[in-house]
Structures are given as C-alpha cells and as structure tokens.
C-alpha cells in the first residue's frame, strides 16, 4: 500500500462504478459539479478540469496507464480500463471485494491497519468525490461551517467513513441519516402525502476547521475549505477561545439535549437496515451508536 493507492480507493469506493469482464475491467469514477459555480463565482467545471491534472500526477504512475476524463455541466468522469490478471487491479479488485459501486462497496477492515498518511489519503479521495462545502452549510449560525459528504443508500459505508475518520482523529458533527424519524421528524412531508421524502443519501458533516487538515485535491473545493476553515478559526480567536478545545469533540463527549419524536409509520420499512429496523429514534447519535460509530468501550 502507498498513498496514491489509498487516495485511488478512496475515489473508488466514494463514488465508483466497477465493470467486471471476463479479461478486463472498467473502473468509472464520477466527480459532480452540484452547482455549476463555485462560493466565489467561478465555474465548478473549468476548476474541476484544472484539478484533473493534479489528479492524473498522483494517480497515472501508479496505474501504468492514462486515465480518460470527459465532462459536462453536471460531472466529470474519469475511467480507466486493465486487464484483470493485473496487479493493480488485483489489488484494486480484492481492497473492494465484490462491490460494484458505491452503493454496496465498504471500506476494507485492511485499511484501519494502514499507516495514518494513508489512511488520511483514503479519506481525501473519498472526499474529492463526495465531499462539499458552501457558505449555506453552516450549523447553528454563521461561521460554525462544514464540510458534508453525502453517501448514496449505504448505511455500512456510513459507519466505515466515520470510523475511518475516527482512525485519524476527526470528529464527525453530525449525520443527516436517511431515516424517517431523522428526515421528517415531525411527520410534516408523511402528512403531506410524501411518505418517501425521508429516503434520501446520508450527509456525514465535519467542522470545516477539524477537516483542513485532511483537505482536498479538487481545487475549488480546497480554495472554499481554506476561507470557511479561517473564517471559522478566526471567530474564535477574536472570542479569546481555543478553537480545539470547542470543535474537537465527539459526540459521546457532549451532554446533548434530546427531543422526543413522535412515532413515524416508516419505522419498519425495508429500506432501513435490519438491524435498527422497528426502532424509534430521537437522535442521529442513538443511530450512529447501534450501527457501529460510537466511544470505543
């Protein structure tokens, strides 16, 4: 394992798709624009088009071969094809087992056991392709600003992502779980007849000052983490208060105040992994908790 290896699979299994044939395989890998301009008004494609070649120096010498990019106005896809007796692809293949996507891929238990640069390597491909950060995701008030990552319909790659981050010290905020009783809370869209409104990606969110350290390779995305990250340091300082000692906490750390729910008829729906199935929550934490992200005991 090297970092450019870990950066690869971290971009694989954020936002992969892998085409498995019977002498090669495609590994597509889509980059989404979201918005068609960047927090500064610039256009998200040019700079994403810029950051491709950023991209292809750390990840071409490692793949012994060029990557294809195309793009329009909602993403830039970059793909690349080896035989599968390679042994990058080898390699490739066994770190993502058999998943064909992000929507069923985790993240390997080999990774945890990764030096702590490659780990964090990881999670920066990761977050090149699902990572976000604008001036409207902010918590409470401006400036408490952060970084999201959403992630499709994959409550397991959930739990990896934040124990992963966990692995190199980053707390995780929040999550935004797609779950009923997270998503319409109070039953305002079920009431409404929108009784699937709840099922939507998974936002993991982190202080965008805890992140910076990590940060992107996608230029945009970098530029915004570094304003919104000393914008936020910075309100701090101007307080006299130690940034670390008020973002650098995991929620089991907090004394949170709880609201009671009301029950929401979706509890039991398939969607919902079995293993919290039929269960009421008023948290995001009580759900994080029961699928694994939580104090270690």
Known sequence: MNVEMAYLLGMIVGNGEIQRGTIETTISIDIPHKKLETEFQHDVGIYVKASITDIRNVLEPLLGTSLNFTQNANVSLLSFRKPNEDYLMREILRYIGGATSSDNARISQEMFGFTFDERKH????????TGYIRRSNYAFSEPNYRVYFEIPHNWGLVVDFCNLLKSIDIPVQAIDWAHPNMRDGNLTKYNQGKSDFWKKEHQVKVWALEYQPVGFVVLHK?????????????????????????????????????????IHPAENDEFIPVEIRGKHYNSWTEIAKDLG?????
């Not at 990881?122 to 392709?129: S, T, W």
């Not at 992200?293 to 005991?297: I, N, R």
């Open 222 to 262: 970098q530029q915004a983490l570094d304003y919104f990250a000393k914008e936020q340091k910075k309100n701090y300082v101007v307080q006299g208060k130690d940034p670390a000692e008020r973002l650098h906490r995991y929620y089991w750390e907090l004394t949170q105040k709880i609201r009671e729910k009301p």
């Open 293 to 297: 992200y939580g104090k270690d005991e």
């Open 122 to 129: 990881f999670v920066k491909g990761f977050a090149d392709v």
